[in-house]
């Protein structure tokens, strides 16, 4: 079953290290998302990406944050600079139409 | 007042038990709602997909949508210890291709 997978699974860094979180969507899918869960709350929206550009954007995505879709197969989120309260799980999630969305299995990211 | 409201648990019940899991939300203009399970460190898999109130059914899960009481349910019939996991609702205010708006997600435990 095709599957959105995502890399490092674990990644920890240093506050004002800079973090890319890979995401390989699901091949034919063509809309894209990262959405974060800090541990114990809710699983929060950041960005949506369709046809090479942002389409949607909430406030956590701030300049800090960046996405790319460098090669036609991964999609990346680089945050710029980290803060302390950027630690929290990262889901990459891709959509090939309405409805569902596929979630990956997240990276976690400890920043300290 | 919070989007999406949801009792983080957890619920325990014994095998076989009837689970009755609930989100509230007040923003009236939530048109779609979503059911997510979420094992632990995984990412968040699509379970049930409504639109509009009344009943969706598919197997043991039961998918019930109240918009007058903003109010959605999901039912789980003769519950197994497979189903302990994390469940969260999901709405959006539009169909596919839009944002979702997590509740905090509720955890199931069905001892054997």
């Known amino acids: 079953e095709p599957e959105v997978t995502q890399t490092p699974s674990h990644q920890v860094t240093q506050m004002g290290q800079e973090v890319i979180l890979r995401c390989v969507p699901i091949?034919?899918?063509?809309?894209f998302y990262w959405y974060r869960q800090i541990l114990g709350q809710k699983v929060e929206f950041l960005v949506s990406?369709?046809?090479?550009?942002?389409?949607?954007k909430s406030e956590i995505f701030d300049d800090q944050f960046s996405v790319e879709r460098p090669d036609g197969s991964n999609f990346t989120l680089k945050i710029r600079s980290t803060k302390l309260e950027d630690s929290a799980m990262y889901f990459c999630?891709?959509?090939?139409?309405?409805?569902?969305?596929?979630f990956g299995e997240g990276s976690r990211l400890t920043v300290l | 007042q919070k989007e999406v409201e949801q009792d983080p648990g957890p619920l325990s019940v014994p095998e076989g038990a009837i689970v009755s899991l609930n989100c509230t939300y007040s923003?009236?203009?939530?048109?779609?709602f979503m059911w997510y399970r979420q094992y632990s460190r995984k990412g968040p898999e699509l379970l049930m997909y409504?639109?509009?109130?009344g009943n969706k059914e598919d197997g043991r899960f039961t998918a019930q949508v109240d918009k007058s009481s903003k109010y959605i349910s999901l039912f789980i019939r003769d519950s197994q210890p497979s189903d302990s996991a994390t469940y969260l609702c999901?709405?959006?205010?539009?169909?596919?291709?839009?944002?979702?708006?997590f509740g905090k997600g509720t955890m199931l435990l069905v001892s054997p």
């Open positions: 999630a891709s959509q090939q139409g309405p409805r569902e969305l596929f």
């Open positions: 091949s034919n899918h063509l809309y």
């Open positions: 990406f369709y046809n090479n550009e942002i389409s949607e």
């Open positions: 923003n009236s203009a939530f048109q779609y």
């Open positions: 409504t639109y509009s109130s």
């Open positions: 999901a709405m959006s205010m539009n169909s596919g291709y839009s944002t979702l708006t």
